[in-house]
């Protein structure tokens, strides 16, 4: 059985933003970054959270990473930009892109912004949550590197590629929508794998296109998209991937498709590149420019408790509202805090002996 | 074997005009409405033009469309606005909204409209197709009556709820994304229930929740959602079918979820009415606002070609480009005109008598 330390999220924001810092990124832009992990460990979102800090840490090692952007719209439209992250960290880039989309909304009534030369960026749902404390509903997307398959093909050529989009109640949480496009994450095939149980039919192909459940086809095959088989609608899936590649990267000249570079370090570079980095898009659209905030708020709070009193199906007890199991997750790991499995706690005891940040490994608040 | 007639596109799209202006609509939203019909019968999608005109006049029949619509602007704010469709046909309503909205992106660099007391608009790429003659890409998506269960729900909640988005080539035919959120449309399921056959495990389940194979099972329960299964990501489905329902009827005011009335006349009329008819979204974006246009052409044609180069999986050619199989038919029936099911043509002949509108019932030219 693995082991947990307990951490409050605060002390690992703090290590998080000095590790940052470490890197040579600026104080304000640390603090950014590393609230964008936070959330994603306060929401339950452990693959997403201090988790990946090993991996920053990595890119600033191999300078993959530029510590200080000049982060620039290059061009623009009033509701519309393309922004160039000049390569930072994505946990910087994109807060700042998605600030410009928000003042473009303020303005416009909408923001829309199409982001290249970036890198990871965390959780989506990040960006849209920030667009809900400015009553306006916030979109985000990502592209990421290859490791979906498009229906019928016997290659990766996507990444997950992920859609969120939030919407604010008035007396209710939020409804907060964030989904891979892919059919499962990768991480499930790995866990999978070194857990030695077969997948699921549906969630991977091998290397020669043929459907398979032994989860180290994967590297050689792929992921499938969303739906899994012509039947059950991967071309719907493929489809969905495919608009997030080109309204994050086609549209601002980051990489796409195949030639996206990867985050990990163990990841292969693709021999070709067709762009700038990464792509992300961002969206924010003022909701009291379509409808009074307040009115909006209790027609969302209506749908939530409709959908709520759905009958449930044999063996369940509720419909869930999307968003829920994060919004249980941050309401407990806020009080109680933030269980960090015993190897990234490890991880985080290597990073902090190399850039000498204090770390208390046995836990802290 | 149905026996198929064969009539001009231009034939089809003059007789619905006459159709339409018979019920009272003015010639040039008359016009409007039939092209809407005629392009899904030039792209293929058989079950959303003319085979639909005998549920529009249905609709006219019993006075619940409105044929001389004041479409209204009720709230805006530069580049986003809530449209009411005073419960006019939705084939004349969405091209106006979807006009707005480009409108909107000339002027603001984007546009997005959510509409109101509307009705059954077709289909979604449309609008998107429509937004490419103006080198803009365009957003469409539209509720519909309740067909679709939540994941881990015993009942229908709702619609198909697709989303349409188009983004141009410069030497290739566009990329026309066009989607149901539901793991199938409604009509194959029926189409299965006519031809005696069990369907694919992960289509629907019947009246107590419960997984079916039986076609007629529906009736009692519903389509799944895009994923069919938690395994498989039916909580994705779920939630991209939400975000469908609220922008377009939450945002703007219409019926949502369980509330949405009927498109045809057999469809059970939901006991509470929450809003004003359906509801749809468009959004628009100006290309030029994020890129010079023909660089960004050229970027989608080479994304085209690597997607086409992709390596086939055994059994299939080629891995296709979204809108392919629509194009094509297109390119077809534009030359060799529409076949259209015996079945629909006793409707035209029908509706002909009706309106005492000429139809030449051998097929027409």
Chains 1, 2 share one sequence.
Request: net charge negative; aromatic share 8%; glycine share 10%.
């Amino acid at each position: 059985m693995p082991q947990y330390v307990t951490f409050s999220a605060e002390y690992l924001r703090d290590f998080t933003t000095r590790v940052f810092i470490h890197f040579g990124v600026p104080e304000q832009d640390a603090v950014a970054a590393a609230d964008v992990l936070s959330k994603a460990d306060l929401r339950g979102i452990d693959s997403h959270g201090v988790a990946r800090l090993r991996t920053y840490v990595d890119m600033f090692t191999i300078g993959r990473i530029n510590p200080r952007p000049d982060i620039k719209i290059v061009r623009d439209k009033k509701s519309v930009a393309t922004v160039d992250g000049d390569s930072g960290l994505g946990l910087v880039v994109a807060p700042r892109a998605n600030e410009i989309a928000m003042e473009k909304a303020a303005q416009h009534g909408s923001g829309w912004v199409s982001v290249c030369n970036t890198n990871h960026y965390g959780i989506a749902s990040y960006y849209s949550l920030k667009a809900l404390e400015r009553d306006m509903i916030g979109w985000s997307m990502t592209n990421t590197s290859k490791t979906v398959v498009p229906l019928w093909g016997a290659e990766r050529r996507l990444g997950t590629n992920p859609i969120a989009i939030a919407f604010p109640g008035l007396k209710n949480p939020p409804i907060v929508i964030d989904l891979s496009t892919s059919v499962v994450a990768f991480g499930k095939v790995e866990i999978a794998e070194r857990a030695g149980t077969p997948l699921p039919e549906g969630w991977i192909i091998d290397g020669n296109g043929n459907m398979s459940t032994n989860p180290a086809d994967v590297y050689k095959g792929g992921l499938m998209p969303l739906g899994s088989t012509r039947e059950l609608g991967a071309h719907k899936g493929y489809c969905l991937s495919a608009m997030v590649d080109i309204l994050t990267s086609v549209l601002s000249g980051a990489n796409w498709g195949p030639f996206v570079p990867p985050f990990a370090l163990f990841e292969e570079v693709p021999d070709q590149s067709v762009g700038k980095g990464i792509g992300h898009f961002f969206g924010a659209m003022e909701i009291d420019g379509f409808e009074e905030v307040e009115v909006f708020k209790k027609r969302i709070d209506h749908w939530i408790e409709v959908f709520r009193n759905t009958k449930p199906a044999p063996g369940h007890q509720a419909v869930l509202i999307p968003g829920d199991p994060e919004h249980d997750a941050e309401k407990t790991r806020s009080k109680y805090g933030i269980p960090v499995i015993e190897s990234v706690v490890n991880d985080l005891r290597e990073i902090a002996k190399m850039t000498k940040v204090d770390f208390q490994s046995t836990g802290g608040s």
